[in-house]
């Protein structure tokens, strides 16, 4: 008797879940099931179906899709994030619905409308590596993908998944939404008049109970430069903070 035969096809695998679902269902039962099922009714499957996915299965906190474009899959995360992440901005961290989001790009064996195979696996192993509100997707994924969309590929290298034998490069996206933005310095602006930087002094005697003492000749420095006409000296905490760091 011949076995039947068994489907398989190429395809980019997404896996997502909820991070702190278990937290959020402690603290709201009610109010998280409520609010998940409009997000999947308002965001999340309607993105899925104008980029031409699948949902192949869902969990309480989490979905299972299926997409025939790397493109696709990786736009369709993007975007979903994005408008995600919009909806948290006006919520307090701890009631944030945040999904982390795997993909990979594998051959799959289909069996009556499920999705099996190795490649499934890695995916969901690659959704646990994401940051709350993040993506992370296989080598191969990143190499069909750049260029092709305005997405940064920070590469995180060779991850040893659960229960998968082989190491599996991974990279972590970056979307527009989630680019570091320059932070504003904590130091003061610099002034526009003479100025001395004083740093602190090193103890080179190996006697930690003489530390105050270098410490306390930075401070009386500062103190005799600031009583000094014309000339501004940085404040002591911002001289100690040099302290035990290289200057070069």
Avoid at 34 to 61: N, S
Avoid at 151 to 180: H, S, W
Avoid at 221 to 244: E, Q, V, Y
Wanted: charged share 30%.
């Amino acid at each position: 008797m011949r076995a039947e035969r068994v489907e398989r096809r190429l395809a980019a695998i997404l896996a997502a879940d909820v991070a702190g679902y278990s937290r959020l269902i402690e603290a709201d039962e009610e109010g998280t099931l409520g609010r998940l099922r409009v997000l999947r009714a308002e965001t999340i499957d309607p993105k899925i179906a104008g980029h031409r996915g699948r949902i192949v299965k869902t969990t309480g906190d989490g979905l299972l899709v299926e997409f025939a474009s790397v493109v696709d899959a990786l736009r369709c995360a993007a975007e979903m994030q994005a408008d995600l992440a919009e909806g948290n901005a006006a919520l307090s961290p701890d009631r944030r619905i945040e999904f982390r989001i795997g993909i990979n790009m594998s051959d799959i064996v289909v069996e009556d409308g499920d999705i099996f195979g190795d490649g499934v696996n890695v995916a969901a192993r690659l959704e646990a590596l994401a940051e709350p509100g993040g993506i992370c997707v296989a080598a191969r994924v990143q190499e069909d993908a750049v260029g092709r969309l305005d997405l940064i590929f920070d590469d995180i290298g060779e991850r040893q998944l659960k229960n998968i034998a082989r190491p599996v490069r991974a990279y972590r996206v970056v979307t527009a939404t989630r680019r570091a933005t320059p932070q504003p310095s904590s130091d003061p602006p610099l002034p526009d008049k003479p100025s001395i930087a004083v740093l602190p002094f090193a103890n080179m005697s190996g006697d930690p109970e003489q530390e105050y003492f270098a410490d306390g000749m930075v401070e009386e420095i500062i103190r005799r430069c600031r009583a000094s006409a014309g000339s501004l000296s940085s404040p002591a905490i911002r001289a100690l903070r040099t302290k035990g760091r290289p200057l070069m």
